[in-house]
């Protein structure tokens, strides 16, 4: 079973959190990984980048992935320059 949200590259602090507040929901409430549109993102600022580490890390922690599903080459560059591609599932 999975979950889908779409993640948005314009998340000021409090949405950032509050987006986070929602993953963590709903990582607990799914088994198996949770799916990330990443349609709207064209590329990975700090801010949104510690966010999508945080929820793949509390997913990791309960033994599930987060897919990110439809990540532009440069959100997956932007993954691999930071060192933490491997936290996340491209989807098939």
């Known amino acids: 079973m999975s979950d889908r949200m779409v993640v948005r590259g314009d998340l000021d602090f409090e949405a950032r959190r ?6 963590s929901a709903v990582i607990d409430k799914v088994e198996g990984h949770i799916d990330l549109d990443c349609a709207q993102l ?3 600022d700090e801010g949104t980048l510690g966010m999508l580490v945080m929820i793949a890390r509390n997913a990791q ?10 990540a532009s080459k440069r959100v997956r560059h932007d ?4 060192g933490v ?3 996340f599932a491209a989807s098939a």
Do not use: K, P
């Open 79 to 82: 993954l691999d320059d930071a």
């Open 42 to 44: 064209d590329r990975l």
């Open 61 to 70: 922690r309960r033994g599930q992935r987060v897919v990110l599903d439809m």
């Open 18 to 23: 509050l987006f986070i507040a929602s993953a």
């Open 85 to 87: 591609s491997y936290l």
